[in-house]
C-alpha cells in the first residue's frame, strides 16, 4: 500500500470503527497479530485486545468522537494528531462519571503492514481533562 493508503486507512478505522464503537468491522482494519506499545512497554493484543480497548473507551465516554486534525507518514508507519471528545459517563482509571465533557488531544502512532494496523502507540494529554472532571486539583501555597 501508498502512504496516502496508509493514512486512509489508519483514519478510516477512526472513523469507522472508534467513532462507532462497531467493533464487527475490527478485522478489516487491525491485524491478528496487533500489538500495542504504551509507556514503552509492548504488549500482545490480536483483535480481542483491540476489541476490548474500542469498547472500554466508549463505555466510559459513550458519545466519543475522534477528529484526526493532521496525519503524516513515511514507509509503514501513520502520525495522526487527534481531537477526542466524549461525555465521562462511565469508569475511567477508577473515577466515578463526572458527567462532563472532556477533550484529549494526542498523538496516535500506527504501523501499517499489508493493509492492516499492526502496532498501535502514542501519547495524550490526560492532564487537562482529568482537571476538567474533578480528579486532580491544583493546590495554591
Given at each position: 500500500?501508498?502512504?496516502?493508503?496508509?493514512?486512509?486507512?489508519?483514519?478510516?478505522?477512526?472513523?469507522?470503527?472508534?467513532?462507532?464503537?462497531?467493533?464487527?468491522?475490527?478485522?478489516?482494519?487491525?491485524?491478528?497479530?496487533?500489538?500495542?506499545?504504551?509507556?514503552?512497554?509492548?504488549?500482545?493484543?490480536?483483535?480481542?485486545?483491540?476489541?476490548?480497548?474500542?469498547?472500554?473507551?466508549?463505555?466510559?465516554?459513550?458519545?466519543l468522537?475522534?477528529?484526526?486534525?493532521?496525519?503524516?507518514?513515511?514507509?509503514?508507519?501513520?502520525?495522526?494528531?487527534?481531537?477526542?471528545?466524549?461525555?465521562?459517563?462511565?469508569?475511567?482509571?477508577?473515577?466515578?462519571?463526572?458527567?462532563?465533557?472532556?477533550?484529549?488531544?494526542?498523538?496516535?502512532?500506527?504501523k501499517?503492514?499489508?493493509?492492516?494496523?499492526?502496532?498501535h502507540?502514542?501519547?495524550?494529554?490526560?492532564?487537562?481533562?482529568?482537571?476538567?472532571?474533578?480528579?486532580?486539583?491544583?493546590?495554591?501555597?
Amino acid at each position: 500500500m501508498s502512504i496516502e493508503e496508509n493514512k486512509l486507512l489508519v483514519r478510516r478505522y477512526i472513523e469507522e470503527v472508534v467513532n462507532t464503537g462497531d467493533v464487527a468491522k475490527l478485522a478489516e482494519f487491525i491485524a491478528p497479530d496487533y500489538v500495542e506499545e504504551y509507556n514503552n512497554v509492548r504488549r500482545s493484543a490480536g483483535l480481542e485486545g483491540a476489541k476490548a480497548h474500542v469498547l472500554g473507551v466508549r463505555a466510559t465516554y459513550p458519545d466519543l468522537r475522534v477528529t484526526v486534525e493532521q496525519q503524516i507518514a513515511e514507509g509503514d508507519w501513520v502520525v495522526s494528531r487527534v481531537t477526542a471528545r466524549g461525555t465521562h459517563q462511565g469508569t475511567w482509571l477508577g473515577m466515578k462519571p463526572a458527567g462532563k465533557v472532556v477533550q484529549i488531544v494526542g498523538v496516535n502512532i500506527d504501523k501499517v503492514v499489508d493493509g492492516r494496523i499492526v502496532e498501535h502507540g502514542g501519547a495524550a494529554n490526560l492532564l487537562e481533562p482529568l482537571l476538567e472532571i474533578g480528579a486532580l486539583r491544583i493546590v495554591e501555597n
